[in-house]
């Protein structure tokens, strides 16, 4: 499985905007890039993801570089509900099972000032 | 809310018992994932069922199993229980098995092993 590198902590202050990068050398032509997020005390949730093109949705941004080796999750106003961990996940898009599983690194902890 | 319940919230058991914890999946969700989160490891997927069948295994112990049943709830046994089985353990569900499929966690089972 293709491997993500994210740092493992960043800072912001509220309503300000956040960028959360993570490095995706090895992606392969079917992989997607997910992100998901896990508040204190919480499950993991979804927040994004894409292929090749910029995304919006009502959370985030994401960024993807034209050569797909790297991208950038945008909060574009933080709030405190917003410190979590951050994960960056790639999936392959293939249907039957056996790539269905997350595969969690590290992530980075998000830490959002009043 | 993700719609995804898990029971019990905490469990406190000795080493060498055995417990089960419940999932329940979000209304339609026929897959169902279980993972580990332990302070060392990190969030670590452990096995799929989709409609009743198993799917995919990850790094789970033979020490514990796992089953789906016609309802599609599930439940995941621990037996011969160590310290180290300590952990989170998250539930989650996606509508079937397009790689691509969101997964919707549950709040977790907080297990201690005394």
């Known amino acids: 499985d293709a491997k993500t590198t994210q740092p493992n902590s960043m800072e912001s202050n509220e309503e300000e905007p956040v960028h959360l990068p993570c490095n995706h050398s090895t992606i392969s032509g079917t992989d997607y890039i997910h992100w998901y997020r896990q508040l204190p005390s919480q499950g993991p949730e979804y927040v994004i993801h894409?292929?090749?093109?910029?995304v919006n949705n009502r959370m985030a941004s994401l960024a993807i570089a034209e050569d797909r080796k790297s991208s950038t999750l945008i909060l574009h106003r933080a709030t405190l509900r917003d410190a979590a961990v951050y994960y960056c996940?790639?999936?392959?898009w293939g249907y039957g099972g056996a790539t269905n599983k997350l595969i969690f690194g590290t992530g980075t902890l998000l830490a959002v000032q009043p | 809310d993700s719609g995804v319940t898990q029971t019990p919230k905490h469990l406190i058991t000795a080493t060498g018992q055995r417990v089960t914890l419940r999932c329940s999946p979000r209304s339609g969700d026929l897959s169902v994932y279980w993972y580990q989160q332990s302070l060392d490891q990190g969030l670590q997927f452990l096995i799929q069922y989709y409609n009743g069948e198993e799917r995919a295994k990850g790094n789970i112990l033979e020490r514990f199993s796992a089953q789906q049943f016609p309802d599609l709830h599930s439940e995941l046994n621990l037996s011969s229980l160590e310290l180290g089985d300590s952990a989170l353990y998250f539930c989650?569900?996606?509508?079937?098995?397009?790689?691509?499929?969101?997964?919707?966690f549950g709040p977790g089972t907080r297990l201690t092993v005394l």
């Open positions: 989650a569900s996606s509508q079937g098995l397009a790689g691509l499929d969101t997964q919707y």
């Open positions: 894409g292929l090749t093109s910029n």
């Open positions: 996940i790639l999936r392959d």
